[in-house]
């Protein structure tokens, strides 16, 4: 017997639980985009790690949960997904005005168009229920973005508050405390303990 939440086994399709099973895919997509992107930077060379050994290795641990993730949703019935259109085409509006943003101004002024966007529209992306996706992806592109310009200081900074407020419990308070306690922690661990190859702050600050 099925219960309220879970389809019966005929209306699933191929797919046991397609929910995981596509939110494991974006997973493994975006796991798959980082080891492309970090083709250039230098690995591993003795002890010493190189500016695209944490990256990677977070893409590998990251790639091999969501294929586990993606063999357990094909078999494992999960509950049912009930689309939200208004919801499917506010993410299509935010991705594709973005894109628009990233072809003419460039990477950082994408990050500070889409963390704008994403606090003004904060209650229409509750009310969505896209809340945490939206705030958590925005959080790790800003960091991407932000982390070679700015240092590893505001680049932590920046990823703990933004991805907070994926929470309904986001206290913005709280949160920049925290940001910037583990910023600083962040700077002092890899760059002064594991001898990282980033800038804690902006780089330009230390060139002059």
Not at 66 to 73: D, E, Y
Not at 156 to 178: D, G, K, M
């Amino acid at each position: 017997m099925n219960s309220p939440d879970t389809p019966p086994a005929n209306a699933r399709g191929w797919i046991a639980n397609p929910r995981d099973f596509f939110g494991a895919l974006v997973l493994l997509l975006l796991a798959l985009f980082v080891l492309w992107a970090t083709l250039d930077l230098p690995g591993q060379e003795g002890f010493q790690l190189g500016a695209g050994s944490i990256p990677r290795l977070f893409a590998l641990l990251l790639g091999a949960n969501a294929l586990l993730v993606m063999a357990s949703a094909a078999f494992t019935p999960g509950p049912s997904v009930r689309y939200s259109m208004p919801a499917a085409l506010a993410v299509a509006a935010y991705c594709s005005t973005a894109l628009a943003v990233y072809r003419f101004a460039g990477p950082q002024l994408t990050a500070i168009y889409l963390i704008v966007v994403a606090f003004l529209f904060l209650k229409k992306f509750d009310e969505l229920g896209i809340r945490a996706p939206v705030f958590i992806a925005v959080a790790i592109f800003a960091f991407g973005v932000f982390v070679k310009p700015l240092g590893l200081a505001i680049a932590v900074f920046t990823l703990v508050v933004i991805s907070a407020a994926a929470s309904r419990e986001f206290r913005l308070v709280e949160s920049l405390i925290w940001g910037l306690v583990l910023g600083i922690f962040s700077a002092l661990f890899f760059i002064l303990l594991l001898n990282l190859p980033f800038a804690a702050i902006p780089p330009v600050l230390l060139s002059q």
